[in-house]
């Protein structure tokens, strides 16, 4: 099966372009901006690379603001304790 879908522009010119059965086509994307600009005369013979998945942020890590504010070391040297 030939390629189809978003791979990276292999010209360069965008960030992705959409190849139609192995064939580089007008329909270009940069960022989440579609708009049309015809590939080269001389097109590509080299092999397309997909686009990744979006990389979905790492949450695990994160606490509220209002959860950090509330626990409290106990290292001051008063022994009163700051919060982190």
Do not use: C, K
Not at 22 to 45: K, N, Q
Not at 59 to 65: I, P, V
Request: proline share 10%; aromatic share 8%; charged share 25%.
């Amino acid at each position: 099966m030939e390629a189809e879908g978003w791979y990276v522009d292999p010209f360069g010119s965008h960030e992705a372009r959409w190849i139609s059965d192995g064939t580089p086509t007008a329909l270009v994307r940069d960022g989440h901006v579609e708009s049309h600009d015809p590939p080269p005369a001389s097109g590509y013979s080299g092999v397309y690379q997909r686009l990744g998945e979006e990389v979905q942020p790492d949450t695990a890590s994160l606490r509220r603001a209002d959860e950090a504010e509330s626990e409290v070391t106990n290292d001051a040297p008063d022994g009163l304790g700051y919060p982190r």
